[in-house]
């Protein structure tokens, strides 16, 4: 470690290691490429670990590399976002000058049950980011992979029960660039103004 580099609030010790703060190291990697959706990941988890907004913007202000981008995407942060999919799905949908929606939005369906959906716009429309990790942590229970299928197209009935229009997609949708045209479509459909 250069000493000259790191300032007294850049370092802290963890475990006996002494490294970059979970702000420094959020600016650091945000500003290290100019790209929203991996910005936007970085700042939305370091938010989402307890980062502090003082911290991060006091790091912001002295970057000088990268920092046009990394503002922006730390502008649009938010620690509810709760998937790196999630993340990138909100850039995508910034850089297209969609809605901004709303983050883990709760209805109550017909069956009792609080469905917790990963968007919401305009009390019409939710859409859900499918990793794999969600499905995954429900077979560790013990589930058998058919009966979490069975559940989560029950979940869904009951949005669509409710009159929203569902959407999901998953990480090829993102890589491939589609979730922005398939979420025009929708929002067409529906009366979702954007643009």
Not at 117 to 127: A, E, L, S, Y
Not at 178 to 192: F, S, T
Request: proline letters at 4%.
């Amino acid at each position: 470690m250069h000493a000259g580099l790191f300032g007294p609030d850049d370092v802290v010790e963890v475990d006996g290691v002494v490294v970059t703060s979970l702000e420094r190291t959020c600016v650091d990697l945000a500003t290290a490429r100019d790209d929203l959706p991996e910005a936007l990941t970085v700042f939305d988890a370091a938010l989402r670990a307890g980062a502090s907004t003082e911290g991060m913007e006091r790091h912001l202000r002295r970057s000088k590399r990268g920092v046009a981008m990394a503002r922006r995407a730390y502008s649009f942060a938010d620690p509810r976002a709760e998937s790196p999919g999630e993340s990138w799905s909100r850039a995508q949908m910034i850089d297209a000058a969609l809605p901004l929606p709303d983050l883990q939005v709760e209805h109550l369906l017909g069956s009792g049950r609080l469905a917790r959906c990963d968007f919401g716009v305009d009390g019409v429309f939710v859409g859900e980011f499918d990793g794999l990790v969600k499905y995954r942590r429900e077979m560790r229970r013990g589930e058998p992979p058919e009966q979490v299928v069975i559940r989560e197209k029950l979940r869904e009935d009951g949005l669509r029960a409710l009159g929203l229009d569902v959407g999901r997609w998953i990480w090829d949708d993102l890589r491939a660039g589609r979730l922005v045209a398939r979420l025009e479509e929708r929002y067409d459909r529906i009366g979702i103004r954007y643009g």
